[in-house]
């Protein structure tokens, strides 16, 4: 691992107004831009190392039909979880939407139902549409104490004819991570209905300080024998762009349904780039990470300490660099981050898009220098004064 530096380097206003990716052309060049998962940080340096040896190679062909990323991860699946995964149980593909899409084609059939869990990613609400599929909301529970999934529902819509569970786990927007229980209840409800779980776990090496992220696969041979999981270097690296995602099985039985199900041209999908990086990242990427989540953590403190009176952050995230933010003690209406936009100059994520139910709610990208979540804050208070 030499040459990586154990501290992330965030970039300051100037110099990420001149980048072209989507958080930083979708708005007016005066508005703050956070709501995109995007971060605004440099590259970690073997990524950058392994990107810039690529170019000077002119290796920007297809992607890679090598085992290097498969096994790389699987070394990083040990190291940081404890998570034994078999590389030939790992299959390339574009990104994680992509992956869950046709892991869903590829495990059930048209017309099927599966369960969603919000407040949640907002493509979840849309693949059924795009798979020929049918979706079924069973909100995540919610307290003082945390989130836990509601298997009183979950079951009520197995019962009903529900082949799948969609799960989030590092959970997007609310940054909660599924205990082992409460992943192992899940296993048994599922398998008791022939079942399966597709568990999107992109967000996981953004697990914080002091909180375990337990991979799906490993807590029970009912979770190995019906579920998939699908991993990427995306977030935790700052790779979206470059496309690569990884679906993960752990059973013979599953990994005969995916190969028989999967179009032959997922893996083709993926980007060389994106193999070539994630393959760093989870190679040799461990120290700079470390110093990310440390920071990462910091700016989660910062914004609960810094919201304005009426706003809060009803749990505290576990993971992700999204702040999950109940903005409704603040008066803005139906949408608070349309106002915030017009107003503020503060592009915040929507929070019905997570879920109906959640309009008064924002979500809020802590991926960024302090000094531009203390902007975002102060923007955010000055629509109130």
């Not at 979708?26 to 440099?42: G, H, I, S, T, W």
């Not at 992956?99 to 919000?118: E, N, Q, R, V, W």
């Not at 592009?347 to 809020?364: N, P, T």
Request: charge should be negative.
């Amino acid at each position: 691992m030499s040459g990586v530096a154990a501290h992330v380097e965030w970039l300051d206003l100037p110099h990420l107004r001149a980048r072209r990716s989507a958080k930083w052309t979708l708005y007016d060049p005066d508005v703050l831009p956070m709501p995109v998962a995007e971060m605004d940080c440099l590259l970690a340096p073997p990524v950058a190392e392994a990107l810039n040896r690529a170019v000077a190679l002119g290796d920007t062909g297809y992607p890679s039909f090598g085992r290097g990323l498969h096994e790389a991860f699987a070394g990083f699946a040990g190291r940081r979880w404890g998570w034994d995964v078999d590389p030939d149980q790992v299959t390339l593909c574009g990104d994680v939407s992509v992956g869950m899409m046709a892991a869903i084609s590829a495990l059930l059939s048209p017309g099927d139902a599966f369960i969603i869990m919000p407040p949640v990613y907002p493509p979840f609400f849309r693949w059924g549409g795009e798979t020929g599929m049918r979706t079924v909301e069973v909100p995540l529970r919610q307290s003082d104490s945390g989130y836990a999934l509601d298997l009183d529902g979950i079951e009520r819509e197995l019962r009903a004819g529900a082949k799948a569970v969609l799960l989030c786990n590092p959970h997007n927007p609310v940054g909660w991570v599924h205990s082992r229980e409460s992943l192992t209840a899940l296993a048994d409800l599922v398998s008791g209905y022939d079942a399966v779980v597709l568990s999107d776990e992109i967000h996981a090496p953004l697990t914080l300080p002091g909180h375990t992220f337990t991979p799906y696969l490993t807590v029970s041979d009912a979770a190995r024998q019906q579920g998939i999981a699908v991993h990427a270097a995306s977030k935790a690296w700052n790779l979206a762009g470059l496309k690569a995602a990884l679906i993960v099985s752990a059973s013979d039985v599953m990994r005969d349904s995916l190969s028989r199900g999967l179009p032959y041209e997922t893996p083709w999908h993926a980007g060389q780039f994106g193999y070539l990086a994630s393959e760093a990242a989870y190679r040799d990427g461990d120290p700079w990470l470390d110093a990310l989540v440390t920071d990462l953590a910091a700016h989660h403190q910062q914004v609960r300490d810094g919201l304005p009176a009426g706003s809060r952050v009803a749990v505290p995230a576990q993971a992700t660099f999204l702040s999950w933010i109940d903005a409704s003690g603040l008066d803005l209406g139906d949408n608070p981050a349309a106002k915030l936009l017009a107003e503020a100059r503060l592009a915040v994520g929507i929070g019905s898009e997570f879920g109906a139910r959640w309009g008064d709610h924002i979500r809020l990208n802590v991926g960024t220098g302090p000094e531009i979540v203390a902007e975002g804050l102060r923007r955010l208070g000055s629509v109130l004064s």
